[in-house]
């Protein structure tokens, strides 16, 4: 059973996104902010829908807790996200100054970990490993059916 406000239960939230992109045939990875306990920003990957690169499951949910908050700042928020986010995406949490990342699977191949911690703003807290193995489920499966 899952108790509401906890890590866990915010990165289901997430979990629940990826599963939305996957049902698009995007790469099932999901991401949702809170701020003060509440959901205030959530998306999944769709660069194949919006045929955009950029069009990460990240950097959706960041634009869309902005424009919630009014603030290209997300001090006080934290980002869930179901995969270790690309050197890409953590160059848009440095930006954003987002208070505390929480992602599930790491990505030993394109996670901005290969380039250590420094790509996110010094004061981003930074925890992993969060349902795990559920997340990097969902992508190992996404792209055993794509070979």
């Known amino acids: 059973m899952l108790t509401v406000f906890t890590d866990e239960y915010f990165m289901m939230q997430a979990i629940k996104e990826a599963e939305k992109a996957a049902l698009a045939d995007e790469v099932p990875i999901g991401a949702v902010i809170v701020c003060k306990n509440n959901i205030i920003a959530k998306s999944h990957n769709q660069t194949e829908v919006l045929n955009d690169v950029t069009a990460h499951a990240e950097i959706l949910a960041i634009t869309s807790a902005c424009a919630h908050l009014g603030s290209k700042y997300l001090k006080s928020c934290t980002m869930y996200v179901t995969m270790e986010p690309c ?3 953590a160059g848009a949490i440095f930006w954003s100054q ?3 990342v929480v992602f599930g699977a790491s ?3 394109r996670g901005f ?3 250590g ?3 996110l703003h010094p004061k981003t807290k930074l925890e992993f490993g969060v349902c795990h193995e559920q ?3 969902m992508v190992r499966h996404f792209f055993a059916k794509k070979r």
């Open 113 to 115: 970990m290969r380039y």
């Open 107 to 109: 990505d030993d191949k």
């Open 98 to 100: 987002i208070g505390k």
């Open 135 to 137: 997340c990097g489920s």
């Open 117 to 119: 911690k420094e790509l």
């Open 87 to 89: 050197v890409m995406c």
